[in-house]
């Protein structure tokens, strides 16, 4: 993937230094310029058309709503609004903003919004590819000539855990389970509560590697024995854990392992 182009936007110069610094250790994020109001913002992103925007909310002459409002939807950039105030949040999402984030910015915070930003510019390239591709198919190019390495790749997942936020590469994860209103990571030889409920984490995670095995559990594949006998049997991980598998399920998962499988032959 190519840099990630952005544009900083905030009338204080200490909160700009601040995303500069979050930003510092990302090498694949580039900070294309700096803008100290509301007109500004408007004359650099229509000079710079940036991949990704940390926009203020709250400015003279021009908010940032304001800024987003003289743009068309479909030529809007990734958007993190920056905030004192987390009332702006559901306007925010309104605004087509992918993510918001509340000063003073925490780097675990952080880290998940660049989480969500990576995963739509990887969701761009892949419809950019897609239709090139149709294009090719259409000439009567060799499907054969495009043949690539699909196993399945990894990147690193932000969570905002009861202790605090982490960062996880999927392959550490061995599973996950609901336990109310969050989910409970079991990852690094630790149980990890997390503030996310297991349908929002199942979408996040690469469905080539993970599958949903019950209501209340998914499992990484990479992680998985074997499959119990009967009808009530689950699945059994690595080290020994039995995870509970759904009737319904059962047909659904042993298909998944063995796509898998297939995959890392």
């Known amino acids: 993937m190519n840099a990630i182009r952005a544009v900083i936007v905030d009338d204080e110069p200490l909160a700009r230094r601040g995303i500069r610094q979050l930003l510092e250790p990302h090498g694949d994020v580039e900070i294309a310029g700096e803008a100290r109001n509301g007109r500004e913002a408007v004359r650099l992103l229509e000079a710079l058309r940036p991949d990704l925007v940390f926009l203020d909310v709250q400015m003279p002459e021009l908010d940032g709503f304001a800024v987003l409002r003289r743009w068309r939807p479909e030529r809007l950039p990734a958007v993190v609004f ?38 739509r510019m990887r969701s761009a390239e892949a ?44 392959s550490e994860i061995e599973w996950i389970e609901a336990e109310d209103y969050y989910a409970a990571v079991h990852a690094r030889g630790k149980r990890h509560l997390v503030r996310e409920s ?21 499992v990484n594949l990479a992680q998985v024995r074997g499959l119990q006998p009967g009808e009530d049997g689950g699945v059994l991980l690595r080290d020994g854990t039995i995870v509970p598998l759904s009737r319904r399920r059962r047909e659904q998962v042993s298909a998944a392992i063995r796509r898998y499988v297939d995959l890392m032959v």
């Open 198 to 218: 297991l349908a929002s984490m199942q979408d996040r995670l690469d469905p080539a590697c993970f599958v949903r095995v019950h209501r209340r559990a998914i």
């Open 127 to 170: 419809l950019a590819l897609s239709q090139r591709l149709s294009a090719l198919l259409a000439d009567g190019f060799d499907l054969e000539s495009l043949a690539t390495d699909m196993r399945p790749t990894s990147r690193p997942l932000a969570i905002g855990a009861t202790g605090g936020g982490l960062i996880f590469d999927p």
């Open 82 to 119: 920056v905030t004192a105030h987390d009332a702006f949040a559901v306007r925010a999402f309104e605004a087509h903003a992918l993510d918001y984030l509340v000063k003073p910015v925490h780097e675990a915070r952080f880290e998940l919004a660049l989480t969500r930003v990576r995963e």
